[in-house]
């Protein structure tokens, strides 16, 4: 499976706030986006049926590139977050589908546990069936920011299994936790910021062969809320990259075998 950017777009639609990602869709049409929006911690107020015209109009836009995928944010706080009140945001971002060019294609759930129990579970399979049922071939996107206990992986297609600064993904700790506790490449995220410019194209090719949902950033803190103007190209540049080897691979056992 080639490598996705994935992008947690956490950034209002203002006159050419989203330009840089845009032109990255346009300039590298052979780079898969998984974007996650999020207009407001969620779909917005229940007061807000729907996105406002900023939004209608940069989904949209985001929409009309074929190698684009998007995904809404749902906070779940943990599982501590009332079941309706979540439910309550998957059916919003759900009705945005009657909209021209606005029907997401699933749902990320943010903050999810790491730690089994029987109650998460269910929690978390609860909203996976709601989920595949209101989107079209849904993808469901857990982010515990940490690997989790196999028991809590069943009901999602993406786990973000490291969101961390660069330092603490680089520690003994973290490190062993994830050799510990891997899951296929196919099925994991990583987000990483805080990276120094010259470590980052090194990064990516590193974190590109256990994740096939790779962010990262120079950019510290709000690395939500914008786009780093170095470290976003050498991202591109790095999956572009290794997308083009991984298709010439491709090509190549095609011609053997065939």
Known sequence: M?????????????????????QAIQDYPHVSFLIIVNPNSGPGTPEQASPDDAYRVAVSRLHAFPNVATVGYVLVDYTRRPLHEVTSDIDRYAAWAALPGLALGGILLDETPNRWTHEAETYLATLTRQIKKSFQNALVVHNPGTPPDPGLTHSADVVVTCEESYSRWKSDEIQTYLRRMRYPRGMVGYQLNAVPIGALGKVVREVHEVAAYVFATEVEGDFYERFGRTSWKILLDEISQLTSQAESTVQSVDKVLG
């Open 2 to 22: 080639k490598t996705t950017v994935l992008v947690p777009l956490y950034i209002y639609p203002l006159p050419q706030a989203w330009d840089p990602l845009f």
